[in-house]
Nanobody, 128 residues
Framework: QVQLAESGGGSVQSGGSLKLSCTAS????????????MAWFRRAAGQGREGIAV???????KYAESVEGRFIISRDNSKNTVFLEMNNLIPGDTAMYYC??????????????????WGQGTQVTVSS
């Protein structure tokens, strides 16, 4: 019903910045996206999937402590897109980054069970 596609990943030097985008490719997305929470998760090598940023229908946000103050999540409903601005990147940020669409609105949860649709991921690699 909904397909999400991330873009904007790549290889950068420590201290650099990247802006990730996630755009819906399903026409149904336009019907549900504005009212549903969106999140960014990441999976680093040898680690589980970590929720790092979430934005709800009221544009309230929550960040994982590991990225607080460095990453900014935003959404543009007119473009069916959620963004993740990543600043002051460090090697520990190296991971596959995924966007996710929740199955409800209003919440700011990092629990995977609250998200129904997932993108294919975009790789971010930060070198020292």
């Amino acid at each position: 019903q909904v397909q999400l596609a991330e873009s904007g990943g790549g290889s950068v030097q420590s201290g650099g910045s990247l802006k990730l985008s996630c755009t819906a490719s399903s026409t149904l997305y336009t019907l549900v996206y504005p009212n549903l929470s969106m999140a960014w998760f990441r999976r680093a090598a040898g680690q589980g999937r970590e929720g790092i940023a979430v934005i709800n229908n009221e544009h309230r946000t929550k960040y994982a402590e590991s990225v607080e103050g460095r990453f900014i999540i935003s959404r543009d409903n007119s473009k069916n897109t959620v963004f993740l601005e990543m600043n002051n990147l460090i090697p520990g940020d190296t991971a596959m980054y995924y966007c996710a669409l929740a199955n409800a609105y209003g919440h700011l949860n990092f629990d995977d069970s609250w998200y129904t649709y997932w993108g294919q991921g975009t790789q971010v690699t930060v070198s020292s």
